[in-house]
């Protein structure tokens, strides 16, 4: 029930006009229900009250889903620019970087967030995949680490099974 839930967004948003609770509820609705335009100017409205990485998050997805790449990608660099430790925000930045096949921004990325968060399994897994396509010889040791931080998540195990067997450990990599 979009309807309902827009209604209940702007209801928020009048009794709470200092949070962006409200504003971010409506961009939700609205990117949900299809309107990523929309979405946009109440993600931009939430971010005038209350600036969060999260809001950030979520106006670059929108903006992505317009095809707007280059606004998408400024949004996550301008956020950087004023907030250097959000390794939150980095690691959407490496990630987006590395799915457009930008490997060297994308693993200067990944490197950055390790820097602050050195057991963040995405970017270590990522980071590997990406050594791995180098043929940098620390890509085995990097998915190693991400696959011990993550568990049994599939998309890390997939990746240090894969390098085990491509590094000539056959039996183990298929075991994983």
Do not use: C
Request: aromatic share 8%.
């Amino acid at each position: 029930d979009f309807k309902g839930a827009l209604e209940i967004a702007v209801q928020i948003s009048e009794l709470h006009p200092q949070r962006s609770a409200g504003p971010m509820l409506q961009g939700d609705t609205l990117f949900e229900a299809g309107n990523a335009r929309a979405a946009i100017d109440a993600y931009n409205r939430a971010l005038e009250v209350e600036p969060a990485s999260v809001l950030i998050t979520k106006l670059f997805r929108a903006y992505r889903s317009v095809g707007e790449m280059e606004t998408a990608r400024q949004t996550l660099q301008d956020w950087l620019s004023d907030n250097p430790d959000d390794a939150a925000i980095r690691l959407v930045l490496a990630t987006s970087d590395h799915s457009d096949g930008s490997q060297k921004t994308a693993s200067d990325a990944y490197e950055r967030v390790l820097e602050r968060a050195p057991n963040n399994f995405v970017a270590l897994n990522n980071l590997a995949w990406v050594y791995f396509e180098r043929g940098d010889e620390r890509a085995l040791d990097l998915a190693k680490r991400a696959y011990d931080q993550a568990g049994r998540r599939p998309d890390v195990a997939d990746t240090y099974g894969w390098m085990l067997v491509e590094s000539g450990q056959i039996e183990r990599g298929v075991k994983i």
